[in-house]
């Protein structure tokens, strides 16, 4: 659907930045660490990245410091780890310009559609092919972050967009009812997932009793089925 991701881990902890490698690997993405600062630094003038996982408690300039710094020259996202969990804290990662903050421990799902979320909303270059799923007479803008049917807008609600949008990271891939719940950000059980799945199979489904599109996967979840 789009060239492969290039990510910059930063973490100083070997452990955890490899842990991040590898899993972060698996979801597609390529992965490149930094132990500090510095060497992040040093990669960001060899390569070019999508985005940067830092690390903020780093021996020398920490993250908030090292964000700060960069927000100077690029607009390159940048997601925040942590081990602190107060308002405040993540309040001073936001002001220094990060995109999103995750605390730690956190469930390695969650980061990874954190990451989705914010590629996504990042402007693509003028010119650069803006990626689209059809499906049926739909075309979902994953850029504008919007769905189309022929030339007119369908009206989705956050939650069914974010659901939506979710399933189109990754066509044909069974998508796990808690990974989906943890894209919408939906509070309570999981199943309020099929919830909001019946409802947006009204909207894009000839008939949504015999759905060709958004199909369920019994025992998992849900899957988007383009052209």
């Known amino acids: 659907m789009a060239p492969e ?10 452990r955890l930045r490899e842990l991040l490698r590898r899993f972060l690997t ?8 930094a132990v500090d600062a510095a060497e992040a630094r040093a990669k960001l003038e060899s390569f070019d990245f999508d985005l940067l996982v830092v ?4 021996p020398g300039e920490n993250g908030y410091d090292f ?29 220094r310009g990060a995109d999103d903050y995750v605390v730690k ?24 092919r803006v990626p689209e799923i059809r499906f049926g007479l739909f075309v979902l803008d994953l850029r504008r972050r ?6 007119d807008p369908v009206r989705l609600t956050e939650t069914e967009l974010a659901l939506l949008l979710a399933l189109a990271r990754a066509p044909g891939r069974a998508m796990t009812r808690e ?6 950000e939906l509070k309570g059980t999981v199943r309020r997932v099929d919830v909001q799945m019946t409802r947006l199979r009204r909207k894009i489904e000839a008939d ?10 019994r025992g998992t979840g849900y899957v988007l089925n383009p052209d």
Not at 5 to 14: G, M, P
Not at 26 to 33: H, K, L, Q, W, Y
Not at 179 to 184: T, V
């Open 105 to 128: 421990p956190f469930e390695p799902r969650e980061l990874v559609l954190r990451i989705r979320n914010i590629l996504q909303r990042v402007p693509r270059e003028e010119g650069e």
């Open 67 to 95: 964000t700060k710094s960069l927000r100077e020259t690029s607009r390159i996202p940048i997601l925040m780890l942590t081990a602190m969990a107060e308002p405040k804290n993540r309040i001073a990662g936001l002001e």
């Open 146 to 151: 919007e769905l189309r049917k022929g030339a």
């Open 208 to 217: 949504p009793r015999f759905p060709r599109h958004l199909q369920t996967v």
């Open 5 to 14: 991701q290039h990510l910059l881990v930063v973490d100083d902890d070997s």
């Open 179 to 184: 990974d989906l719940s943890l894209a919408a």
């Open 55 to 58: 690390d903020v408690m780093m």
């Open 26 to 33: 698996g979801e597609g993405f390529r992965v490149t660490t």
